[in-house]
């Protein structure tokens, strides 16, 4: 892909709005109900981006996390691992200093304690299995 197009995919869970047996027989979902559905429908389809300069700790799965080092190294510490969560980390400056993205607490990234990243406009995606983290 082009570097000004990411695409970030997840297995979502569907909420489907009951709309009843037949019209008006009051056995399908409240307005109120089928509207909190659909926005979080939405909200699971579309990614969460934020640009950060220091260190960080990820709340939102399924997020694309800018990060510009040029004040010195910023660690990235990513949201505890649940079942098809998603996220990916981008370093977007120039300089020598390092991202380092570290799982929450005993959680691992690849495998190892963390991943460092150390040249401007590498991307890594991560995938959750539930224990800990993957690049994908």
Excluded at 3 to 15: G, L
Excluded at 39 to 51: Q, R
Excluded at 95 to 124: H, K, P
Aim: net charge negative.
């Amino acid at each position: 892909l082009p570097r000004d197009r990411i695409t970030i995919e997840a297995d979502v869970s569907q909420q489907t709005i009951g709309i009843g047996t037949t019209a008006n027989d009051g056995t399908g979902d409240t307005a109120r109900v089928a509207f909190d559905k659909v926005n979080d429908n939405f909200t699971e389809l579309y990614p969460v981006i934020a640009s950060v300069t220091a260190d960080t700790t990820l709340t939102a799965v399924r997020s694309l996390t800018l990060v510009d080092a040029t004040a010195g190294n910023v660690t990235i510490t990513l949201p505890a691992a649940a079942s098809a969560a998603v996220a990916s980390v981008k370093k977007t400056d120039a300089t020598a200093y390092t991202v380092t993205v570290d799982g929450a607490g005993a959680e691992t990234v690849n495998g190892d304690a963390s991943v460092v990243i150390s040249y401007q406009d590498t991307l890594i995606t991560l995938l959750s299995d539930g224990s800990g983290w993957h690049m994908g």
